[in-house]
């Protein structure tokens, strides 16, 4: 019997099959290792899910308005659980007109809220000119101020309006013409239905 001489062809070629026929074996065992179908859950706030994280962020902000005798008023996000105090403080504190008696500080505040630090109804600032020309010895204006004609220096001495208000109060009496009524300040920005209210009786058209 004549031995089986194998060339140097065959023997790569052998070996190379075995290569092949071992990845495609592995394949196969990795294939039927995975449950068809499975896929991993969602990470929230990853790329998979990018609005969980988003959501959650801001279900856990409160969004108030603070308004009134402050230095800055405006919106302001605070934390869950923040007291009046916290929404006073991030709207830079209250101005020398604010009545903080008046305000319960210690309260908790709501999403969508609107925080009114009140003013001081009394030596509310410069007098204004009258019949008489004169102010009470309080340092309450004499008479009520006239909306169509007051100056800046007028409207600031009102309890919770301040130079930035009275300015927006000239802007609008600029563009719209002489007031026909006190109601009108409520289209001006920054003053609200609250606002209005404590100034009736103060101010006429």
């Given at each position: 019997?004549?031995?089986?001489?194998?060339?140097r062809?065959r023997?790569l070629?052998?070996g190379?099959?075995?290569?092949?026929?071992?990845?495609?074996?592995?394949?196969?065992v990795?294939?039927?290792?995975?449950p068809?179908g499975?896929?991993a859950?969602?990470?929230?706030?990853?790329?998979?899910?990018?609005a969980?994280?988003?959501?959650?962020?801001?279900?856990?902000?409160l969004?108030?308005?603070?308004?009134?005798?402050?230095?800055?008023?405006?919106?302001y996000r605070?934390?869950?659980?923040?007291?009046?105090?916290?929404a006073?403080?991030?709207?830079?504190g209250?101005?020398?007109?604010?009545?903080?008696?008046?305000?319960?500080?210690?309260?908790?505040?709501?999403?969508g809220?609107q925080?009114?630090?009140?003013?001081?109804?009394?030596?509310?600032g410069?007098?204004?000119?009258?019949?008489?020309?004169?102010a009470s010895?309080?340092?309450?204006?004499?008479?009520?101020?006239?909306?169509?004609?007051?100056?800046?220096?007028?409207?600031?001495?009102?309890?919770?309006?301040?130079p930035a208000?009275?300015?927006?109060?000239?802007?609008?009496r600029?563009?719209?013409?002489?007031?026909?009524?006190?109601?009108?300040?409520?289209?001006?920005?920054g003053i609200?239905?609250?606002?209005?209210?404590?100034?009736?009786?103060?101010v006429?058209p």
């Amino acid at each position: 019997m004549q031995p089986i001489v194998l060339s140097r062809r065959r023997v790569l070629l052998g070996g190379l099959l075995l290569v092949v026929a071992l990845l495609v074996g592995a394949r196969f065992v990795l294939r039927t290792g995975t449950p068809v179908g499975t896929a991993a859950p969602p990470i929230v706030g990853s790329a998979e899910d990018p609005a969980g994280g988003a959501a959650a962020a801001s279900a856990a902000r409160l969004v108030v308005y603070v308004v009134g005798a402050v230095r800055r008023p405006g919106l302001y996000r605070l934390s869950p659980g923040a007291r009046v105090a916290d929404a006073v403080e991030r709207a830079g504190g209250v101005t020398r007109k604010a009545d903080p008696a008046a305000l319960n500080l210690a309260a908790p505040v709501a999403d969508g809220e609107q925080v009114l630090v009140p003013a001081k109804l009394s030596g509310a600032g410069a007098p204004v000119q009258g019949a008489a020309g004169s102010a009470s010895a309080a340092g309450v204006p004499a008479g009520p101020i006239q909306l169509s004609s007051a100056t800046a220096e007028q409207l600031d001495s009102l309890p919770g309006i301040g130079p930035a208000t009275a300015a927006k109060i000239l802007d609008y009496r600029t563009a719209h013409g002489a007031f026909h009524s006190v109601d009108e300040l409520d289209e001006v920005p920054g003053i609200g239905p609250t606002r209005v209210e404590q100034l009736r009786g103060l101010v006429v058209p």
